[in-house]
């Protein structure tokens, strides 16, 4: 390492330094630069480092590789000595506030400590997966369950949530799916915007507001062949047309940091990318928040073939963008030397510590550094109210795909044979990412429907076989107890570690011993309701799509069995519909509704159609498609008007149709609006959702559903990357999923 003169923080140092990071002043933009100037590099460096935290539940440190970062006694010294800026994933209150006791009393500065977590669908009481409540296609209800996990969070101390994801998935295969909207623009952004806003509320400063972070940055949901943590190699326009969009609406909703993601883009590390961090983030969109590396993903720079060494590592993340390292260790052990050696300059490090701490004093920490700390409120985890939101949430999450004659809702008396290895236990009801939450706490799907029975001792109750394994006799047992039932309910899917991250999946259908399980129980010819867990979309094979109900659950959280007894039992109507589609096959993937014509798309349903774009076995489309959801209502749309078929470059247009429940039970439908472009100087997607409403309809009702469009919701990135709308003619849908509809024609005129 070749000499350097002292820097001039090195310099700096007054005896009045410990009480510059105390109290409101300093926060205040003249107390901030105060701090800075009396930094050493090393502190500096201490700011830009978060490790997991060295308290922590068992499951959060099962979450990641080698998570524990030193004892709390070591921990605490890394704070005393300004080598450290926040912990993550711990939930004790008494050790957050010694940490920041520390932070705040006995070292030199005195700033206090981030502490942050991965919550990413309730803290104690476990809602949905983030899927799962896409399929609501309700932001409103996002933004409630995001704030009522904040709420419960803040009180043990945490600032700073790792949530949400954003990622726009368009592959089955691909694990992470489950933390994410689906495959859908419109609805990843608004239910980005709509989390960022739960999670942050109104002013960051209170203590029940934790500041999100849309993650990850970017384009992590396009991995190749479905496999995690693998290159996307996705083209500018994709990336601003399909993956940029949801965390632009993060960052319009308030959001202040982000987190770049584990993937290259086009063969470069997002941890390493000057123009994904630099120009596109900070340059095109005026980000003002910070960037915080993924776990080790400023490390694992190496692995990629980019950075030579660890040294190497932390200054090509640092360079490219990333402010603040995460589990790694990096940049306290490089940042400093770095900058003495020329390769970093130091300016470009104190903006990264200016927006940390300016984060820290949007949240109060300056003010009051234990303000999320309430015991009080933290005992009041699992409150009525949140279990009841909780419910709420899992019942609109649910997905009816099938109801051939009427089999739901079922009547109370039934004699009912409840199979599959999910039908009990507290197991697997959660979902993945959960890590502070107590599986005990959640209502089996047996608990849930004895309590909603006549008679609880007319459910017989057979798991028959495990998640992905066989039970000696476990399917005789099954097959007896279908025999002697009026109807049978078949829980079968996903185990809890079957999605999630690292858990990308070849096969997405059901494992071979619930295939077994499924054929069995169907051959005794009963009526079959099969609910379908998951944490993505699946493939239902022959058998299983047979059964004359299919619903969709997902992993629900806490409320899946009452939330299930609701709907199976009538007491409220199935209203969810798809956030993914379903393909007929793995090989489809990815897939999604959203996809381009070619120049030569088949003409016909018929087998044998040469020369088209299309399997050899079937045509490309999906077993259930985006948006598809059933009520217990006949839903009929009819007489499509677009008016007159013209819109003014910088007017409106309204179009409309009616929506007629012919049914004898009120239906909750979601409308969905679908554009085409028929001829750009771009190839636009076959359909693209505009808008969605729900309306409510009583048996035999009518309702004629508008929805108005502008010029701006026909714009796409154009020839030179830029946004443009063209003038011409669009074919307009509306629509109970992305594959039916009324539809009519329109014509955009400059």
């Not at 996002?142 to 600032?159: D, I, K, P």
């Amino acid at each position: 390492m070749p000499d350097a003169a002292p820097n001039r923080s090195e310099a700096s140092h007054s005896s009045a330094a410990s009480d510059l990071g105390r109290g409101a002043q300093a926060g205040t933009p003249e107390g901030i630069e105060a701090l800075i100037a009396a930094m050493t590099l090393e502190e500096k460096a201490g700011q830009l480092t978060i490790m997991p935290a060295a308290l922590a539940p068992s499951l959060a440190n099962a979450a990641n590789p080698e998570a524990i970062s030193g004892t709390p006694s070591q921990q605490e010294q890394a704070v005393r000595e300004g080598r450290l800026g926040g912990v993550f994933n711990g939930d004790s209150a008494d050790w957050h506030r010694r940490m920041q006791h520390v932070a705040v009393h006995e070292s030199r500065l005195g700033i206090p400590l981030l502490f942050a977590a991965d919550v990413i669908h309730g803290f104690r009481t476990i809602f949905p997966v983030p899927l799962a409540e896409a399929a609501a296609f309700d932001p409103d209800l996002a933004r409630r369950t995001a704030r009522a996990a904040a709420e419960e969070a803040t009180a043990v101390g945490l600032s700073w949530n790792f949530a949400p994801m954003v990622d726009v998935s368009r592959d089955a295969r691909w694990g992470r799916g489950v933390e994410g909207a689906g495959e859908d623009v419109l609805l990843g952004s608004l239910l980005a915007a709509a989390r960022v806003e739960g999670f942050q509320g109104p002013d960051l400063a209170d203590p029940a507001a934790m500041l999100a972070t849309p993650k990850h940055l970017a384009a992590y949901g396009a991995a190749a062949g479905g496999l995690d943590y693998a290159g996307a190699d996705v083209s500018e326009r994709t990336l601003r047309e399909v993956y940029f969009p949801p965390f632009q609406a993060a960052f319009g909703a308030g959001a202040l940091s982000t987190m770049a993601a584990f993937n290259d883009v086009a063969g470069v590390p997002c941890h390493a990318n000057p123009w994904l961090m630099k120009d596109v983030l900070r340059g095109e969109w005026n980000f003002g928040g910070f960037v915080v590396s993924d776990y080790t993903g400023d490390f694992e720079l190496i692995a990629h073939g980019l950075a030579e060494d660890e040294r190497d590592a932390a200054r090509l993340a640092f360079n490219g963008g990333v402010d603040m390292s995460m589990s790694s260790a990096l940049y306290g052990r490089f940042l400093p030397d770095l900058v003495r050696g020329g390769q970093v300059d130091e300016a470009a490090v104190d903006e990264s510590v200016r927006r940390v701490l300016r984060l820290k004093a949007a949240l109060g920490l300056f003010a009051d550094p234990f303000n999320r700390l309430d015991p009080a409120r933290a005992e009041k985890g699992h409150a009525p109210t949140r279990r009841d939101l909780a419910r709420e949430a899992a019942r609109k999450s649910l997905v009816l795909l099938k109801n051939e004659g009427g089999v739901l809702p079922l009547a109370r008396d039934v004699k009912i044979a409840l199979i599959g290895p999910f039908a009990t236990g507290h197991d697997h009801l959660n979902g993945p990412w959960v890590l502070f939450g107590d599986p005990q706490q959640a209502t089996s799907v047996e608990d849930g429907l004895r309590a909603a029975m006549a008679d609880p001792q007319a459910l017989t109750v057979v798991a028959g076989c495990a998640a992905e394994a066989e039970v000696p006799g476990g399917v005789e047992e099954a097959v007896a107890a279908a025999r002697a039932a009026d109807v049978v309910v078949m829980v079968v899917g996903e185990g809890e570690r079957m999605s999630g991250e690292a858990q990308s999946r070849l096969d997405i259908g059901l494992p071979e011993p619930q295939r077994a399980l499924v054929e069995a129980v169907r051959a005794v010819g009963k009526p079959t309701v099969l609910i379908l867990k998951c944490g993505r979309a699946m493939t239902v094979d022959p058998v299983a799509e047979a059964s004359e109900a299919l619903l969709v659950a997902w992993f629900l959280g806490v409320e899946t069995g009452a939330a299930l007894a609701d709907v199976l039992f009538g007491d409220h109507a199935p209203s969810g519909r798809l956030p993914v589609s379903f393909p007929r096959h793995v090989g489809q993937s990815p897939f999604h509704y959203d996809r381009r014509s070619t120049g030569r798309p088949p003409l016909s349903l018929q087998h044998g159609e040469e020369f088209k774009a299309r399997y050899r076995e079937q045509l490309n489309l999906a077993a259930w498609p985006f948006g598809h959801g059933l009520t217990y209502g006949e839903i009929v749309y009819s007489d499509f008007d677009a008016g007159t078929g013209r819109m003014a470059w910088d007017g409106s247009l309204e179009v409309a149709a009616t929506v007629t429940n012919r049914g004898a039970r009120t239906a909750d439908e979601l409308v969905q609006l679908y554009v085409h472009d028929r001829a750009a100087s771009v190839t636009r997607p076959i359909r693209q959702l505009k808008g969605f409403k729900r309306v409510t309809l009583a048996p035999g009702a009518s309702e004629r559903a508008a929805f108005t469009l502008t010029r701006e919701d026909l714009t796409f990135v154009g020839p030179n990357l830029t946004w443009i709308a063209e003038p011409g003619r669009f074919t307009v849908w509306i629509a109970p999923s992305a594959e039916t509809g009324v539809e009519g024609e329109f014509e955009l005129v400059r």
